[in-house]
Nanobody
Framework: QVQLVESGGGLVQAGGSLRLSCAVS????????VGWYRQAPGKERELVAR???????DYADSVKGRFAISRGNGKNWVYLQMNSLKPEDTAVYYC??????????WGQGTQVTVSS
């Protein structure tokens, strides 16, 4: 099993920044992709950004140019730097790992609230 714990969420004014971190532990092998998803009230969970073990990145159109995903060291496997935050970025943000062949693991989520 893989355990993921997100941190760094909170309340911020529009235009502000936050940095999310994801600590990973457990059976950390054959991991192909690490990423961030979010789910706003009444909406489906959506991809925000992901990064492959090879370093390739993928972003939702709505966050391109504002958010940056990066791999970490040690316990924190992945970060999400969020700049120029907008009220529509308000959601619960989830860390995700895809382990070979296609096993998905999720954290418990961290709330991000952007006030206007």
């Amino acid at each position: 099993q893989v355990q993921l714990v997100e941190s760094g969420g909170g309340l911020v004014q529009a235009g502000g920044s936050l940095r999310l971190s994801c600590a990973v532990s457990g059976s950390i092998f054959s991991i192909n992709v690490v990423g961030w998803y979010r789910q706003a009230p009444g909406k489906e969970r959506e991809l925000v950004a992901r990064i492959t073990i090879g370093g390739s990145t993928d972003y939702a159109d709505s966050v391109k140019g504002r958010f940056a995903i990066s791999r970490g060291n040690g316990k924190n496997w992945v970060y999400l730097q969020m700049n120029s935050l907008k009220p529509e970025d308000t959601a619960v943000y989830y860390c995700n790992i895809v382990r070979w062949p296609n096993d998905y693991y999720w954290g418990q989520g961290t709330q991000v609230t952007v006030s206007s």
